[in-house]
């Protein structure tokens, strides 16, 4: 399966620990994304990496969260000091340079207790 | 501010039968329109897009319809099965952006 990748699937942790997530997207895409999904809601753009360059953080994305794709191909989320307004699915997605079609992954669902 | 709408939580539909879907927008940058289609325990999966130089763009049983001055799209599944019950999203985005505007979502069930 080449598809995008996601660890871990779940995650539950207690308030003000950090948590890190992994995404691997699509080997040949660029373009790598991260998005917040809560309940009942359409998923919210956090922030866009090209290669290796973060070039957009939405206000979404506190001081709290840190993300990083290092060289440009698996990329990690970090939420330090997590709050229970964390608990939501993150979601990765990548996409080609040239295409507006992004492919996500399963997601990691966040439960902050 | 939620630039893209979707104002029907659920639908439902009968096997066989059309599902229509509406999503309307407000920003009118957007110039390329998506939908996405989402089992629950997975991400969104890619179904169909159009951009605005069209007003319809079809593949196999999906088919989008936009109208630019009403701000508005649709997406039609003829014949509706039973495998199409999901979550549907409809997302937005500009030409040289990158991100997506998400709708809230449709919940689509297909009765037998």
């Known amino acids: 399966d080449t598809g995008v990748s996601q660890n871990p699937r779940h995650k539950i942790t207690k308030r003000g620990q950090n948590v890190t997530f992994r995404c691997d997207p699509i080997?040949?895409?660029?373009?790598l994304y991260w998005y917040r999904q809560t309940l009942g809601q359409g998923p919210e753009f956090l922030t866009y990496?090209?290669?290796?360059?973060?070039?957009?953080k939405s206000r979404l994305l506190s001081d709290r969260f840190s993300a990083e794709r290092p060289k440009g191909s698996f990329s990690t989320l970090e939420i330090q000091r997590t709050e229970q307004g964390d608990s939501a699915m993150y979601l990765c997605?990548?996409?080609?340079?040239?295409?507006?079609?992004?492919?996500f992954g399963p997601g990691t669902r966040l439960t902050v207790t | 501010d939620q630039q893209v709408k979707q104002n029907s939580p659920s639908l439902s539909v009968q096997e066989g039968r059309i599902s229509i879907l509406n999503c309307d927008y407000t920003?009118?940058?957007?110039?390329?329109f998506l939908w996405y289609k989402k089992y629950p325990a997975e991400g969104p999966t890619f179904l169909i897009s159009?951009?605005?130089?069209?007003d319809k763009n079809e593949d196999g049983r999906f088919t989008v319809f936009l109208n630019k001055s009403a701000k508005h799209l649709s997406l039609h599944i003829v014949p509706s099965q039973p495998g199409d019950s999901a979550v549907y999203f409809c997302?937005?985005?500009?030409?040289?952006?990158?991100?997506?505007?998400f709708g809230a979502g449709t919940t689509v069930t297909v009765r037998a």
């Open positions: 997605a990548s996409s080609t340079d040239f295409g507006n079609e992004q492919y």
């Open positions: 080997s040949e895409h660029n373009r």
């Open positions: 990496f090209q290669n290796e360059a973060q070039l957009e």
């Open positions: 920003n009118s940058m957007f110039d390329y």
């Open positions: 159009i951009s605005s130089i069209k």
């Open positions: 997302a937005a985005s500009t030409f040289n952006d990158y991100k997506l505007s």
